[in-house]
């Protein structure tokens, strides 16, 4: 059985520096959340078995929380899986589902789904925007922040295609209403 990437997004996170449970939640939800997600429920179980494999180790901690880092032989598995070739993956989609199944929701449902899919990425946009800001101020010097800002730029670019696609894509399917209109009245 392959192992889940869950393992690796916490080894990775924790190779940045020793973190509680609480801290690695914060961390994604402040720089992967928007490609990459674990909940608490996730985190604490492998966390565990990271233990229990010996990849990661309790540290000592000055504060009530438990602290994790990564053990030589952690450090040795996030480069080994690091080191591997991607696989591309099939993510689920809800507004693309909805879109595949359109025609029975109609052309008004079909048109607030694409207004809603636009904001959304718009809102990703600015979102993108005050991030990069704020990787450029207060991450300025660190040695991970050209592939923190190439991982950002990724979700830029896939926004501004996404956007573009919609207003194709919606211009397309009025099109093929209007067809579909006119054919029905001969």
């Known amino acids: 059985m392959k192992p889940r990437s869950s393992r690796f997004a916490l080894l990775g996170l924790l190779a940045l520096r020793p973190m509680s449970g609480y801290e690695i939640r914060k961390t994604i939800e ?26 990661v180790r309790e540290v000592p901690s000055k504060s009530r929380s438990r602290l994790f880092e990564p053990t030589e032989k952690g450090k040795k598995e996030l480069e080994r899986w690091l080191a591997e070739p991607i696989e591309l993956s099939v993510s689920r989609n809800v507004f693309l589902l909805k879109l595949f199944l359109a025609r029975f929701a109609g052309p008004e449902a079909t048109r607030r789904h694409f207004d809603e899919f636009r904001a959304g ?66």
């Open 30 to 55: 402040r720089s992967i959340s928007n490609f990459w997600n674990e909940s608490f429920g996730q985190i604490y179980p492998t966390l565990a078995d990271l233990v229990a494999e010996g990849l």
């Open 121 to 186: 990425h718009r809102e990703r946009l600015r979102e993108y925007a005050a991030t990069r800001v704020w990787l450029k101020s207060a991450l300025r010097s660190s040695a991970h922040l050209a592939y923190w800002l190439a991982a950002l730029d990724y979700g830029v670019a896939e926004s501004k295609a996404l956007l573009e696609w919609a207003g194709t894509a919606e211009r397309d399917l009025a099109l093929t209403s209007t067809k579909n209109e006119g054919a029905r009245r001969k």
